[in-house]
């Protein structure tokens, strides 16, 4: 129980996004995490140097991002929640293993903080490029949660989220931020620990002898877990197996393992999808948005309905699954949705996508000197109305 | 060679609670060396008493990679050089469990160089187990860190220039606080070796010469696996603490194995453990 | 430009994808490979290793994918046309790299022969679920081109042709093969180095003291120097301005001031530009019978040839169906699916993956047609009579899908007893 109220800050605090973010681990129990230094996600390190022996937690800095998220998976089956922290280039490393977490059905939380650009590209400046890479950035098929905070209260509180759903669908959950939102200073407010819902991961209870590490239940898809060292001596592999774990090299069992690692996130996709509209009942425009650029979304949408416009915006949390139903049905009412992004155009293609011709969609590079104002969206807003 | 052993003889074997025989017969070509070294390591563990519900093998990709595959201990099948930063994470988010890293030369020391060489340098708590066959044989033959000059393979059909790595001395310079050498014809003295790695507290590393009878034999002609066995007990010679920048192997030339390195480091957790006291 | 005689093999071989591809990029006038062993694809590094000293090319195997891509990417600087293989978990490896390849603009080809994921997954079958990866799995914006070839011919061609693309517009070109084309041994014939066309490097030709590294041309495509040639060249993966500085040695700006500049000078958007204004000119697809169809069939691969059995009996059947095989798979097609969605009734999508290009082929669509995606886990290829279900599917439907419908195949009917998804709704 002690260790519970050091690790939760119950209060008001002013925090940097960053902080927030160590926080809400440390408060969904994160007691491990693995990180290679990279600019600009080494506040949330900072932050858990400070804090991780209150909580008898481990920091390591492991020699590469590669290896910090295989330390990540690691830990995790030692029973531990476990997380790295990196930006653009490290996520770009860790690919392979966002592979082998999936497979091994590995819960743990990666958080991105996005800087600007391609390649190292601006190191300081808030990025928005990284959306699609979560997404697609490993090889072969397979679904991830992807989160998408705007405020430093929102880092708390979607860290708490990502554990928890990690926990639940046995995967690994990122969270995907940016420079802005992460040295953005703000009033967070941390619950008391006993408000804080947190979810631990389905642990086997059967005998220990009928333990399958892969056999699913017929519910939710999702096979209980069991930690290193309980004696169960059991073996996972990323190669294709079966329930036993055991690698299978055809395609039946390929069509058992990879089908069902795929549907255990799209069935379950609507109970997952998060999003957050404003004054979309009646709306002719949508501005569909998220992370650090929904900031500038809200102020445009209440100036244009100043000036008698009927705008509504709709915020999107968990990119990932991607609220589709919700576009399509908002579709169907607005005319014209617009989605201004950080980067060349990735969301705005899944938004086309779901609108499915019923409204038009325009895309608006809203780039990283633009955060902060919100005069070219209302600017798109009134164009587009125009018409 | 499946109807060779019969799933109740199967029961019978000593090895029966060390070795996942529902997984039988496993996946190595006839004169591989890796089951001897699985062998070695089984007899260690039994000769240990270990609690082998403690006790967790990480593998990382290739012939060797497939070991943890076959031991009835909590394994885990990684990604390709991987086996050491996953392993890394197990012995730190629980410092109760015995870890070992099972793993072949191209996937340690190649691909996973890098992190080889950090966990020595921190001395993490792991027995490393290295199966050195010269050659990337899961893939067909290609030439590997450690292939000697002029050895041919599927990638170096014109004899292999490169300079090999020396895996002891590697272990050494990085900072492992135990390292052997033996080939896969000395099964006893490995075996009383990996028990010495795993009693040893801090990074040790066993390097197990093997011979790769599809690949690296065939290619270069050199016969099959007993061949090999046979040029080891010419080759090799038993030279404990020879200082490891002795121990280049040059092609089909002598083989020193032997006991190099036995030091006293401060683990990676005892000098984290002491630095919080403080 | 011709090819150089002694890098083309001339004569009708037996052989398989993988060498195919090998001989395609040596006649291409590829003199660097920088590699390391993945199955599918050693066969290729095996095949150039073996005629790399013939021609005057260079093969290392690196410790590792990461290493080989960046090894790649100092040859292609090195004024030499350069490419590595790999295969799913390698080119997982390499996203960082490709990242800055894209971002320094450098020619160079990533030989994929792609098998069956996620992580290891089966190693030595046939996957095609890297297709969104190739586009989207490095940080940050880019455009890359990506090819898929559905035979040993097709992976010599196209070899060749991904060397064309690269060093015409600058940029990576991915050549994703699947296993299944790989290690399928076919008749392949290289033709005479007289009849082969070969894109030269884009070299310089002004003034050495004018030179500015990412000045760009008409086509928005700069023209490029070697390092030694006395440019004193400076390129970085940071984001930088047309004189490749990067554009971070604002300190004395505000931020938002500071932003702004970035914003201006960077080089970014064309990495994006060059591709999307230049598509036209490097989208390439196959059709047959799309004049008088009511369902086309989009596939592209080795999926194309399954496609293809499934289209002759519809046929034979009555049913009006049509073909599109995509021999560019970014940039993709946009303008020509919209157009055949205002015609047609619906599209099928057979993939050796659960749902990638058939999300393209939906958007594109913009509601006018149904798509149904006919998945495949990978580990063999497609029945033809799930595409054929499929195609019937679309046929006898008459409302319009509210999203990408996903085709119960056999195989799923047999694994789950019926259609996982409705199993576990109900």
């Known amino acids: 129980m002690k260790e519970t109220n050091l690790a939760v800050l119950t209060g008001s605090h002013d925090l940097t996004g960053s902080q927030a973010c160590a926080e809400g681990g440390l408060s969904a129990g994160c007691r491990f995490l693995g990180y290679y230094p990279i600019f600009p996600s080494f506040d949330i390190v900072e932050r858990f140097a400070e804090r991780f022996s209150d909580v008898k937690g481990v920091l390591i800095q492991m020699e590469d991002e590669i290896s910090a998220l295989a330390a990540v998976l690691g830990a995790s089956w030692t029973g531990k929640k476990a997380m790295t922290v990196t930006s653009g280039p490290g996520f770009a490393q860790m690919a392979e293993h966002i592979g082998l977490g999936v497979m091994l059905e590995t819960p743990c939380v990666i958080v991105d903080v996005q800087r600007d650009g391609t390649s190292e590209g601006s190191p300081s400046a808030p990025g928005g490029g990284d959306i699609m890479m979560a997404r697609w950035g490993s090889h072969g098929d397979y679904e991830v949660i992807a989160l998408s905070p705007n405020s430093p209260q929102e880092m708390f509180d979607m860290t708490v989220k990502a554990f928890s759903l990690s926990e639940k669908y046995r995967t690994p959950v990122i969270l995907i931020t940016d420079t802005y939102v992460s040295n953005l200073n703000e009033a967070v407010h941390i619950p008391d620990a006993k408000d804080i819902q947190i979810h631990t991961r389905k642990y086997y209870k059967g005998k220990r002898e009928d333990y399958l590490p892969f056999q699913y239940d017929a519910k939710d898809l999702v096979p209980p877990m069991v930690d290193v060292g309980k004696g169960y001596r059991f073996h996972v592999t990323g190669l294709t197996h079966d329930e036993r774990g055991y690698p299978v090299m055809d395609e039946k069992c390929q069509e058992w393992n990879v089908h069902r690692l795929v549907q255990k996130i799209r069935i379950f996709a609507e109970d997952i999808v998060d999003f957050e509209e404003e004054q979309t009942d009646d709306a002719d425009v949508i501005v569909v948005s998220y992370g650090a650029v929904s900031r500038d979304v809200i102020h445009a949408v209440h100036q244009v309905r100043e000036e008698g416009i009927r705008a509504g915006s709709l915020r999107i949390k968990t990119i990932w699954p991607f609220p589709e139903k919700k576009i399509t049905q908002l579709a169907k009412k607005a005319t014209h949705l617009i989605v201004p992004e950080n980067n060349f155009g990735q969301i705005c293609l899944e938004v086309e996508r779901c609108a499915r011709g019923r409204a038009e969609t325009h895309y608006l590079y809203h780039a990283s000197s633009r955060i902060g104002q919100s005069d070219d969206i209302v600017k798109l807003i009134k164009k587009v109305m125009k018409k | 060679m499946e109807a060779i052993i019969t799933q109740q003889e199967a029961k019978r074997h000593p090895m029966d609670n060390l070795l996942r025989m529902d997984r039988m017969p496993h996946i190595w070509c006839p004169g591989c060396g890796i089951g001897n070294a699985v062998s070695a390591f089984a007899d260690a563990l039994d000769k240990l008493e270990y609690n082998l519900d403690k006790l967790c093998v990480v593998s990382g990709i290739g012939c060797t990679g497939r070991v943890a595959g076959y031991i009835k201990v909590d394994s885990f099948h990684t990604t390709h050089g991987r086996a050491i930063p996953f392993a890394t994470g197990i012995k730190l988010g629980n410092p109760d469990i015995k870890v070992v890293v099972i793993s072949g030369d191209g996937d340690l020391v190649s691909i996973g160089g890098n992190h080889f060489v950090h966990a020595a340098r921190r001395n993490i708590d792991l027995t490393v187990i290295c199966v050195n066959n010269f050659i990337y044989a899961m893939t067909g033959g290609q030439v590997a860190p450690t292939t000697p000059t002029p050895a041919y393979t599927t990638t170096s059909p014109f004899g292999n220039f490169e300079n090999p790595s020396n895996v002891p001395q590697l272990a050494e310079a990085a900072g492992a606080v135990y390292v052997a050498r033996w080939t896969a014809l000395h099964m006893r003295r490995l075996t009383y070796s990996i028990v010495d790695a795993l009693k040893k507290p801090g990074f040790s590393v066993v390097e197990v010469i093997s011979p790769c009878a599809m690949y690296y034999s065939r290619i270069n002609k050199l016969g099959d696996g007993l061949d090999m066995m046979k040029f080891y007990y010419d080759h090799s010679i038993i030279k404990h603490g020879e200082p490891t920048d002795h121990l280049e192997i040059d092609y089909q030339k002598e083989i020193i194995v032997g006991k190099f390195v036995d030091r006293e480091r401060p683990t990676y957790s005892e000098s984290m453990g002491k630095w919080f006291e403080d | ?426």
């Open chain 3, 1 to 426: 430009m011709k090819a150089n005689p002694r890098d083309v093999f001339t004569g009708t071989y037996y052989i398989d994808g993988d060498v195919a591809a090998a001989y395609g990029a040596l006649a291409a006038g590829c003199k660097f490979l920088g590699g390391y062993p993945i199955t599918p694809s050693t066969e290729a590094a095996e095949a150039f290793a073996r005629k790399a000293p013939y021609v005057g090319a260079q093969f290392i195997q690196m410790e590792d994918e990461l290493g080989s891509i960046a090894s790649v990417l100092g040859a292609s600087w090195s004024g030499k046309k350069s490419m590595t293989i790999t295969s799913g978990p390698g080119y997982s490896l390499m996203m960082e790299n490709i990242g800055l390849g894209a971002a320094m603009e450098i020619p160079f080809v990533i030989i994929n022969i792609q098998r069956s994921g996620p992580s290891t997954g089966v190693p030595t079958s046939t996957g095609q679920a890297d297709i969104m990866q190739s586009k989207w799995g490095a940080n940050g914006d880019y455009e890359v081109i990506a090819l898929a070839p559905e035979s040993p011919q097709e992976s010599f061609d196209f070899a060749i042709k991904a060397f064309n693309l690269a060093e015409r517009y600058r940029v990576p070109v991915m050549f994703m093969a699947d296993e299944c084309v790989g290690h399928m041994t076919e008749k392949v014939v290289i033709p005479d180095a007289s009849e082969i066309e070969v894109e030269p490097r884009r070299f310089y030709q002004g003034k050495k003291e004018e030179y500015i590294p990412y000045r760009r041309d008409q086509d928005l495509v700069p023209p490029i120097v070697k390092a030694g040639d006395g440019y004193h060249l400076y390129i970085t993966g940071l984001t930088h301005d047309e004189r490749g500085y990067p554009l971070l040695d604002h300190r004395s700006l505000p931020k938002i001031e500071k932003a702004k500049v970035i914003h201006k000078k960077s080089t970014n958007p064309y990495l994006v530009d060059k591709i999307r204004k230049n598509k036209d000119e490097i989208i390439e697809m196959q059709e047959d019978h799309l004049e008088d169809a009511e369902v086309v069939i989009v596939s592209y691969g080795i999926t194309s040839r399954v496609a293809y059995r499934a289209f002759e009996q519809a046929r034979q059947e009555g049913i009006k169906v049509g073909m599109l095989r995509l021999i560019t798979v970014w940039p993709f097609p946009d303008d020509r699916i919209a157009e055949l969605a205002k015609k047609v009734k619906g599209f099928v999508v057979p993939e050796i993956n659960y749902g990638q290009i058939v999300f393209e082929v939906d958007r594109c669509s913009h509601g006018k047609a149904n798509t149904i995606l006919v998945p495949h886990g990978g580990a063999s290829v497609h029945k033809p009579d799930d595409i054929l279900g499929a195609i019937k599917k679309i046929v006898k439907d008459n409302k319009k899908y509210e999203q990408v419908i996903e085709y119960t195949t056999t195989l799923e009917k047999t694994i789950f007893k019926g259609s996982l998804t409705e199993k576990i709704k109900k």
